[in-house]
């Protein structure tokens, strides 16, 4: 089993920066594959941005693209914490978002390819 927990959701103004962390553990995770994906009230969830670990592409939503950057930030005690920054927030951003954990490194994109999940972490965008 994996578990993830995600963190650093809030409320933040149009133009605004935020930081989402995604603790993850229950087993060696070098060749996992861990996603962001974000779901809106009313809408499908959607991918935000992956990154595995042990390196590799790193794949990022047109939506977000070029204002997200995912990165590793550490491991330790077996647990491996990721990031995910973004940038010139808009409205739309606001969603639920979620972490997620598949092994391997393919690059997919789609939430029945992901195995584990996150409860998630709110982020607002006020205009």
């Known amino acids: 089993q994996v578990q993830l927990v995600e963190s650093g959701g809030g409320l933040v103004q149009a133009g605004g920066s935020l930081r989402l962390s995604c603790a993850a553990s229950?087993?060696?995770?070098?060749?996992?594959?861990i996603a962001w994906f974000r779901q809106a009230p009313g809408k499908e969830r959607e991918f935000v941005a992956s990154?595995?670990?042990?390196?590799?592409?790193?794949?990022?939503?047109d939506a977000v693209k070029g204002r997200a950057t995912a990165s590793r930030d550490n491991v330790k005690n077996m647990v491996y914490t990721v990031s995910l920054r973004m940038n010139t927030l808009k409205p739309e951003d606001t969603a639920l978002y979620y972490c997620?954990?598949?092994?391997?490194?393919?690059?997919?994109?789609?939430?029945?390819?992901?195995?584990?999940w996150g409860q998630g972490t709110q982020v607002t965008v006020s205009s």
């Open positions: 990154i595995v670990w042990s390196g590799g592409t790193i794949m990022y939503g």
């Open positions: 229950g087993r060696p995770l070098d060749n996992y594959r």
């Open positions: 997620a954990a598949r092994r391997g490194v393919a690059l997919l994109t789609d939430t029945d390819d992901y195995e584990y």
